[in-house]
DNA sequence: GTAGGATATGTTCGGTTGAACATATCGCAA
DNA sequence: TTGCGATATGTTCAACCGAACATATCCTAC
């Protein structure tokens, strides 16, 4: 059983995929080697890190063009902040309501194999 | 700032679309006065019932059809339960993320005007 | 035995979303 | 000064999803 937990603020919201994108943006330092990673496309990458960049008052991700390789990208000190937050929050939840979890899981039919 | 949370058993998810619609049809003991209300088809709001009663080894709704009022529906003992402890889920991750969540807001560019 | 209201399903149509394709630009290194 | 790799954007097309429309069925009350 899975959690998956989504953040609103009128029309800005951040989620699992944000947050996934923007752990592997610090990971590997790029955004199309991020988008690549996850199956997406790297326009589709780029398109949410400036929703990200715009939504937030300092931009989540900084990002370089040109240069030896090309260019690159990297975690602002409030992306950073933004994922660790969101990740505690995640955790949070999936700790305190385990018992509650566990509870409807037990009341679901068998079967859904994998995935 | 809102927070959605969905749980996901493979194939399998319950999120808050669908605490809603169980919520309704307990209030109103109709699948159609519950859709309508939430805004959706009547067939949208059938297919989600559908879709709980059959992943669920027990169904949440039960359903009359025929009958002085035409039929109606309402939630099961299982029902109840699994509204309870997605609603107590969902609680205990607003209440413990309260600091994260507050975090992650006090990051965001303001104006995002309502809705 | 017929009218009414809600469940139960199928079908069609339009909008939204992402994938794919296509360029343009940038800056260092060779 | 040319090549490379990654960012930055625009455009087009197919797939998916929900809305709307259309029936069919059921059962009680009158």
């Known amino acids: 059983m899975t959690l998956r937990l989504r953040l609103s603020y009128g029309s800005v919201r951040f989620g699992p995929g944000k947050a996934e994108l923007l752990e592997r943006i610090r990971d590997s330092g790029s955004i199309s080697a991020a988008g690549r990673d996850m199956g997406m496309s790297y326009k589709r990458a780029w398109m949410l890190v400036e929703e990200m960049n715009t939504a937030f008052r300092l931009p989540l991700v900084d990002s370089t063009r040109g240069g030896a390789k090309g260019g690159g990208a990297r975690l602002t000190d409030a992306g ?17 309501g385990a018992a509650d979890i566990a509870a409807i899981e037990d009341l679901l039919a068998d079967i859904p194999d994998e995935k």
């Open 80 to 96: 950073a902040a933004v994922l660790a937050h969101y990740r505690r929050v995640v955790a949070l939840a999936e700790q305190q």
